[in-house]
């Protein structure tokens, strides 16, 4: 099965890194705002260049001057089952310690801006 990550970043701003593994990478948005647990609770999620696959075990410090200089720890991992992955809809189910269940990633284009998205939990 493949595995998700939420990676809570503490740099210039603190947010959630969610992170799905797919096509070899882990596809990654930054959430501004603690991932969903309860129904219907929607979060903006902003599209953010793919990670490689080992950076889901990745916690410590990227040190100042690097690009997102800070504090990184894993928030939530587990796996996660796949429903559908379409170009501005994916659906899945998560399976880790904190979030379980349906979740939708929505391509909600605010702004104009394809890279943002919207993360909720549906079931």
């Known amino acids: 099965m493949p595995i998700f990550v939420i990676q809570k970043h503490d740099a210039s701003h603190l947010h959630y890194d969610f992170r799905l593994e797919h096509d070899g990478v882990l596809k990654s948005w930054a959430v501004p705002k603690e991932p969903p647990k309860e129904k219907d609770v929607k979060r903006l999620a902003v599209q953010v260049d793919d990670h490689d696959l080992d950076y889901a075990d990745f916690e410590g410090e990227i040190p100042e001057g690097s690009y997102?200089?800070?504090?990184?720890?894993?928030?939530?991992?587990?796996?996660y089952e796949l429903d559908?992955?379409?170009?501005?809809?994916?659906?899945?189910?998560?399976?880790g310690k904190k979030l379980k269940g349906k979740y939708v990633l929505l391509n909600a284009k605010m702004g104009g801006d394809k890279k943002n998205w919207l993360i909720f939990r549906s079931e």
């Open 68 to 79: 997102g200089a800070g504090t990184v720890e894993i928030w939530d991992k587990g796996e």
């Open 84 to 95: 559908s992955w379409k170009e501005s809809k994916i659906v899945f189910h998560l399976k």
